[in-house]
């Protein structure tokens, strides 16, 4: 199954004689180059999205959100710190395709307008070995949640990713959802 992490064991049998199981040998499998219109509200998917943290120990993650944070059940979020943020949420790799999946959208807020956490968002190829540009710099939500929608045609039959990358410090928190 497509993003599916595995334990392997291994026991070595020679007639009568067995051997302890071997430590484990993990993987996971490559998630699909989704094709087509897509959705993810991280309420039931967030196997091939990726964090990369560069900063300090506050970096993406999934949270539940109450009834005074908004959005849906669940969304990512990145909380302050005194140490600059360097950190990435990045997409599953799906291909853009004319009138079907050629713009993107999300929603974001800042809990808190006096301090906001500002972030960019990037265009990566699959293999997020090149970034191929940014199509979003400084975007600054309010309190409420804002939807964010953005046009990605230049971008048509390629397989990207899209990233939320995040470099303030000492600010307060940001949902994405």
């Not at 990233?163 to 928190?173: R, V």
Request: proline content about 3%; overall charge negative; charged content about 15%.
């Amino acid at each position: 199954v497509s993003g599916t992490s595995y334990d392997i064991y291994v026991i070595n049998v020679c007639g009568d004689v067995m051997s302890s199981w071997s430590d484990p040998v993990s993987f996971t499998t490559s998630c699909d180059v989704i094709n087509g219109a897509w959705s993810n509200d991280f309420e039931t998917n967030t196997d091939c999205w990726l964090v990369s943290n560069g900063g300090d120990t506050n970096t993406w993650g999934l949270v539940t959100n109450t009834t005074d944070v908004g959005g849906g059940a669940a969304s990512f979020a990145i909380a302050y710190s005194a140490t600059a943020h360097d950190d990435y949420l990045i997409s599953p790799v799906y291909t853009v395709i004319d009138g079907v999946s050629d713009r993107m959208s999300f929603d974001a807020r800042n809990p808190l307008d006096t301090y906001p956490e500002v972030m960019d968002v990037q265009i990566w190829d699959a293999d997020i070995s090149t970034m191929l540009g940014t199509i979003a710099e400084g975007v600054t939500p309010g309190a409420a949640y804002e939807t964010f929608s953005y046009d990605l045609s230049a971008y048509e039959g390629q397989n990207i990713r899209f990233a939320f990358y995040i470099a303030t410090t000492n600010q307060y928190y940001i949902y994405v959802d």
